[in-house]
C-alpha cells in the first residue's frame, strides 16, 4: 500500500498488515468491543488508515489519560511508525526508567501479549511543562520538527488548589510553547488540545466555541513568571474571580492561547467533562488517582466519608476514559481531512472545539451515582474498611454543614480523645481537614448544573464507518451505567486500595461486625440525645 504525505511517498510493508491482522483478530472478544477481521479482511480501516506510518508526538503520557491514550493507539493503530513522548526526570529516575515504569502498569499486559515487540516504537524526549519551550534541547526540538506529523498535548496539572505559578506554567504557557512548535512542524496532520468542558464553566450553556479570556494570556504568563510567589498567592482570588479554582481558570485562558496561536493549522480543541475509570479497554475499572468522584468512592468505601455537599438532580456529566480517549482518536482523521479540504478551496481554517459530554440521551444524575456507590459498594465491601458504609447527600449547605459535625468532626474528636488516652497520636481531625477540603471542591460541580452542546462531537460519531464505531467505542448514549458502577466500585477496591476480589468473603464477614459495631453507636447515640432532651427539659420547666 502506498501513501503520500507531505510530499514524501512512503510504503506499507506487509509485516505492518499483518501485525494489524494478529492484533485485531486477538482483540475479537465481548468485552473489548473490537470488530472481527476475518483473513480476507487486512484492509485498515479509515480511522487506522490515518494513523499508519504516522509519527506521533504525546504530552502528559505518564498521566491517566495519556497511559489510555498510548495504550489504545498501540494496541489498535499497530502500523504507527514512531511514539514521541515527552517525559521528565522524577523522584531520581531517568527517562528510561520512567517510561518502563509506564509501561509495567497492568493496563499494558494485554497489548505486550499481542504485540510484544512494541518498544522499538518508542522513544523518549526528554522535556519539562513547567520550564520554557516544554524544556526541550535544540536537537530533540529538530528532530521532533523534522519528523512529527500528529501531536496529542495532554499534559496539564489537574490539581484543583494549584498554585497559581505552577497552574499557568503548565496550563497556559506549555499550550502556546506546544503551538509555537508545531508551527515549524511542516509535516504536521493534525494536533488535539486537551482542554476541559469546565474551564467555561461560569457559562451556563457551554456551546463548542472559544469564549473569551478571563485575562489576556501574555499578561498572566507574566504575572506568573515575574510577581513573587507569596504576593500572587494573595493576588490569586482576585485573580480567579468567580472561577472555581486554578485549574478552569488557567485551562479556560489556555484555549485562547491554542485559538490564537494556531493561525490555519490543524489544530482541534477537545474539551472531556469529569475523566472517570475506563468502562470496557483494556480492562474495565481501571483507575490510578483519586480525583473527582474517584475520591468519594474511596472515602464513602472504607467508611470516613460520610456526607456531601450535593443536588441529587444535577446531572453529573461523567465519562469514562477509555470513550474519551477513541473520540479523541477518531476525532483527529476528521480535522485533518477537514483542513486538506479547506487548504484546497478558500486555504481559510477556523479552529474546531469538541465537547465531549453527556447528551440527552446519555444522561447522569449526581443521586444515581450515590445510589451506584452505595449499592455495589455494600455488595464488595473493602477489606480495610475503617467502618461500615454510611453515606448521604445534602443539597442545602447548612444542612450539609449540620451533618458534617455529627458525622465527621465528632467522631473525630472522639476517636483523637481515645488516641490520646492511649498514649497514641492524634490524626483523625487532620485526616477529616483533608477530607473537607476535598468535598469544597467538589461541591461545585454537584450542586450546579449546565447545558452542554456537543454537535461536533456527534458529527464525527455519525459519519464513522461501522468497523471504527466497534473499534473506538465512544458513543455515551451507549453506556449501561448499572454494569459500569459494578466495575467501577471493584476496580476502586482492586487498583487504588490493593484488595484483590478473592478478599471480599472475608471483608464481608468484618463487614458484617461493623455494621452491628455502627448499629450499637446509632442507638447509643439515640438514646444519649433522648437522655439530653430529658435532662434540659427538666432544668427549663
Not at 513573587?228 to 492561547?257: F, H, I, R, S, W
Request: hydrophobic letters at 45%; glycine letters at 4%; a positive charge.
Amino acid at each position: 500500500m502506498v501513501l503520500e504525505d507531505c510530499g514524501r511517498t512512503t510504503l506499507l510493508s506487509n509485516n505492518n498488515n499483518e501485525n494489524y491482522f494478529s492484533i485485531n483478530k486477538l482483540y475479537n472478544i465481548n468485552d473489548i468491543s473490537t470488530p472481527a477481521i476475518y483473513e480476507n479482511e487486512v484492509d485498515l480501516t479509515p480511522v487506522q488508515e490515518f494513523y499508519n506510518e504516522g509519527k506521533v508526538f504525546i504530552t502528559g503520557s505518564t498521566g491517566f489519560l495519556g497511559k489510555i491514550l498510548m495504550e489504545k493507539l498501540l494496541r489498535t493503530c499497530t502500523t504507527i511508525n514512531t511514539f514521541f513522548l515527552l517525559v521528565r526526570s522524577k523522584r531520581g529516575k531517568d527517562l528510561k526508567e520512567r517510561v518502563d515504569e509506564m509501561f509495567d502498569d497492568e493496563i499494558f499486559d494485554m497489548m505486550k501479549k499481542a504485540y510484544p515487540k512494541f518498544r522499538h516504537k518508542i522513544v523518549a524526549i526528554a522535556g519539562d511543562c513547567t520550564m520554557p519551550g516544554l524544556g526541550l534541547s535544540i536537537e530533540d526540538r529538530k528532530r521532533l520538527i523534522d519528523e512529527v506529523n500528529i501531536v496529542f498535548h495532554v499534559a496539564a496539572t489537574v490539581r484543583f488548589d494549584e498554585k497559581l505559578a505552577n497552574a499557568v506554567a503548565i496550563n497556559v504557557r506549555a499550550p502556546r510553547d506546544m503551538l509555537r512548535l508545531a508551527k515549524e512542524m511542516c509535516n504536521l496532520k493534525v494536533l488535539m488540545h486537551v482542554s476541559t468542558i469546565y474551564a467555561n464553566c461560569l457559562n451556563h450553556c457551554i456551546e463548542e466555541k472559544v469564549y473569551e479570556p478571563a485575562i489576556e494570556p501574555e499578561k498572566l504568563i507574566l504575572l506568573a513568571e515575574n510577581v513573587p510567589a507569596d504576593v500572587l498567592d494573595d493576588m490569586t482570588p482576585k485573580l480567579l474571580g468567580k472561577y472555581p479554582n486554578t485549574y478552569t481558570y488557567t485551562k479556560q485562558v489556555a484555549e485562547t492561547v491554542v485559538a490564537r496561536e494556531f493561525q490555519n493549522m490543524p489544530v482541534a480543541i477537545f474539551r472531556p467533562a469529569i475523566v472517570i475509570p475506563t468502562y470496557k479497554e483494556p480492562v474495565s475499572g481501571w483507575i490510578n488517582n483519586l480525583y473527582g468522584p474517584t475520591g468519594i468512592a474511596v472515602g464513602a468505601g472504607i467508611g470516613l466519608l460520610r456526607t456531601l455537599h450535593c443536588d441529587a438532580k444535577v446531572n453529573a456529566n461523567l465519562v469514562p476514559v477509555d470513550m474519551c480517549v477513541n473520540s479523541l482518536i477518531v476525532i483527529a482523521p476528521k480535522i485533518a481531512e477537514s483542513f486538506r479540504s479547506k487548504m484546497k478551496t478558500d486555504r481559510s481554517f477556523k479552529i474546531r472545539v469538541f465537547n465531549y459530554g453527556s447528551t440527552n440521551e446519555s444522561l447522569l444524575t449526581w443521586g444515581a451515582v450515590m445510589d451506584y456507590l452505595k449499592y455495589y459498594g455494600l455488595m464488595t465491601p473493602p477489606l480495610k474498611a475503617m467502618w461500615y458504609l454510611v453515606f448521604d447527600i445534602y443539597k442545602y449547605y447548612p444542612v450539609y454543614l449540620l451533618m458534617t459535625v455529627l458525622l465527621h468532626t465528632l467522631p473525630a474528636i472522639l476517636m483523637d480523645s481515645v488516641l490520646l488516652c492511649t498514649g497514641q497520636k492524634p490524626k483523625m481531625m487532620a485526616i477529616y481537614k483533608k477530607i473537607h477540603k476535598f468535598s469544597n471542591v467538589i461541591s461545585y460541580f454537584s450542586t450546579h448544573d449546565w447545558q452542554i452542546r456537543t454537535d461536533n462531537v456527534l458529527w464525527v460519531q455519525n459519519r464513522l464507518q461501522e468497523m471504527d464505531q466497534k473499534l473506538f467505542l465512544s458513543d455515551l448514549r451507549k453506556i449501561d451505567w448499572k454494569e459500569y458502577y459494578e466495575f467501577y466500585v471493584k476496580g476502586v477496591r482492586v487498583y487504588l486500595l490493593k484488595d484483590p476480589l478473592d478478599t471480599i468473603d472475608k471483608a464481608k464477614v468484618r463487614w458484617k461486625k461493623l455494621y452491628y459495631a455502627h448499629q450499637t453507636i446509632k442507638v447509643l447515640s439515640y438514646m444519649a440525645l433522648l437522655w439530653l432532651s430529658f435532662w434540659l427539659i427538666k432544668i427549663l420547666f
